[in-house]
């Protein structure tokens, strides 16, 4: 009997405990989901924007001075949980590192400079520095929270399977999307998740 009245306390006290204000968007049960995520997390002074769509959509952006991490339904929805927990963690770390306003600039420079290839070169390097800093520190706090690293070389099977649901996978096919800048990525983070654990 004390058993089953403790277990119903943790459940309700998991479904009634308050949500972070921090987390936009989406359904009640989108936001109790992405708490479990969003609470692990270094996201003091940073939004979580639920976006309601199909698509596969992760990114961070800076809106009026406060940073924000937007994720889709439809990304929640295609990922495996932990695969989900990873791509957040990659996406605060682009805040905490403040790539927004690096990227900003590298655009500016590069309209001032326009047709130019050097501008567009330089862009897509430091693009692909940027998304590579983020896995490192992503993956970095992914593991401070606690979760499963074996989760990168099950993301690479399915990368090389073309089962994973997201454009990280795809081989280089444009120096202006630094997703598509290192199809070698997802070796780079099983390897590195061998020197973590």
Known sequence: MNRV???LLAVFGTIFSPLSADIKGGSWLDKR???????????????LIIEVQKGLV???IMQQGRPEVHISTGM???LEPYELRFVIS???????????????ARMDMMHRTPGTLSGMT?????????EQQADTLGQTLY???GWPMDVFARMQKKCADGTLATK?????????DPHFAFPDRFKLLVDRAGGLK
């Open 33 to 47: 989901a992405m708490s479990q995520i969003w609470d692990r997390l270094p996201t003091a002074g940073t939004d």
């Open 90 to 104: 990659h996406e605060v770390a682009h805040t905490l590192y403040n790539h927004m306003d690096r990227a900003a």
């Open 168 to 176: 990280a996978c795809m081989p280089s096919l444009s120096l202006r």
């Open 122 to 130: 330089f862009l897509a390097l430091g693009m692909k520095f940027d």
């Open 76 to 78: 929640m929805k295609a």
């Open 143 to 145: 593991k401070a929270a």
């Open 58 to 60: 992760a990114y961070a």
């Open 5 to 7: 009245l403790l277990c």
